[in-house]
């Protein structure tokens, strides 16, 4: 079950970041925005280690997710949608 794309979410662009910088970013992001009901971070796809180690962040501190869903219904499976 994932959640459409809204202007009014935060988003967190992690394109071109290393999976070293993961935890420090998203950590803080999540922080500064622990008011939100929802965020997005944008691992992208690439090969993976980006989003796994955003995925395995999320798992470790509890915070369910979904991919966005795309406004034909498909979803995007570069971009988590997290629910605070």
């Known amino acids: 079950m994932g959640k459409k794309a809204s202007k009014n979410r935060p988003t967190l662009d992690l394109h071109g970041r290393t999976v070293d ?3 420090d ?11 939100r009901p929802e ?15 955003v995925v395995r ?12 869903t795309l406004a034909n219904g498909q979803k995007n499976t570069g971009s988590l949608i997290i629910h605070l």
């Open 57 to 68: 962040y999320l798992k470790l501190g509890g915070y369910p997710w979904s991919y966005e």
């Open 39 to 53: 965020v997005c971070i944008m691992p992208g796809k690439g090969t993976g280690k980006v989003q796994n180690e």
């Open 25 to 35: 970013l998203v950590d803080r992001f999540l922080t500064q925005n622990a008011h």
């Open 21 to 23: 910088e993961v935890f």
